[in-house]
């Protein structure tokens, strides 16, 4: 079963086609990437699967249900949710107090109970800590817990974005460039942990500029070059393909031209 299927997504901005005609799936415990170089569409295309873009065209069907352009909050209730390319973490806050705002992205509990004191606020806090401290558990971080988030590691913090994605308990996790600025130790820190979450039955959608990282980890391999699908299939497959491996020479090419 398709938990998540991206029907034929493009935007365009001001005439730049930054994503054209784009259509895959994702199934619970599958981990799929999106790889192509630098430029070629694939945070554009993170961004309309998670509703900070409207699409041009196309459609994503989440569940069964299309969700197309739907709010992050509201796709983060459906079970969708997302690291960003650049970390998100309060670097003055403590590594459980990060962990904990995951838990309140999904409450929409009232406010006014919260100004009150009332003991069902004292409850959830108490909840959303036991929670939050789990999730430290399982990406590797409990013992950090009172630290300052601004003390971790490049590829602690990286994870401690992970679990707080995770505290919104998804069906599907979108994680953008999940290893970026990460040493060979950190990437493979998370290539464990990305391949843990799959493995409890979620389905994981990955972009990642790390050809190597990403075939290590991915079932199924989708590349973008100029906003356009070129090429997808199991990691073997595409590391393979004749126009991939142009694609990524070809950057190559203008990096030594400058
Ligand atoms: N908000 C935007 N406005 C205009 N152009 C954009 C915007 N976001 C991305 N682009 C352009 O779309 C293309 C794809 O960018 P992006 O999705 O960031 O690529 P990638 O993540 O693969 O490196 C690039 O040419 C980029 O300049
Ligand atoms: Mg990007």
């Known amino acids: 079963m398709t938990l998540l299927s991206i029907e034929g997504l493009g935007i365009t901005f001001g005439g730049l086609k930054a994503v054209s005609d784009v259509s895959f799936g994702v199934k619970p415990g599958e981990i799929v990437s999106v790889i192509g170089p630098n430029g070629a569409g694939k945070t554009t295309l ?28 509201l796709l983060a209730r459906r079970g969708m949710s997302r690291t960003f390319q650049n970390l998100q973490i ?47 558990a399982r990406v590797g971080l409990e013992r950090a817990a009172e630290r300052e988030a601004g003390s971790l590691s490049y590829g602690a913090l990286k994870r401690l974005e992970i679990a707080r994605a995770l505290a919104l308990d998804p069906k599907v ?27 409890s039955g ?6 990642e500029h790390d050809m190597k990282m990403v075939m290590r980890i991915s079932n199924h391999i989708v590349v973008l070059d100029h906003g356009e699908k070129i090429a997808e299939g199991d990691p073997a497959t595409v590391s393979r393909n004749p126009a991939v491996i142009a694609a990524y020479l070809g950057t190559e090419a203008e990096h030594a031209h400058g």
Request: aromatic letters at 4%; charged letters at 20%.
């Open 46 to 73: 993170f961004n309309m699967i998670s509703g900070v873009y409207l699409p041009g065209a196309g459609k994503v069907v989440l569940n069964g249900e299309d969700v197309t352009g739907m709010r992050p909050d």
């Open 90 to 136: 309060f670097q003055s806050m403590t590594v459980l107090e990060n962990a904990i705002a995951g838990y309140h992205l999904r409450e929409s509990g009232p406010i006014l109970a919260d100004l009150l004191n009332l003991p069902s606020t004292r409850r959830r806090a108490w909840e959303a800590e036991q929670g939050a401290r789990a999730l430290l």
């Open 173 to 199: 996790l979108l994680l953008d460039e999940p290893a970026a600025g990460c040493n060979a130790v950190e990437t493979e820190e998370i290539d464990h942990l990305i391949a843990d979450v799959a493995k």
């Open 202 to 207: 979620v389905a994981i959608l990955l972009v």
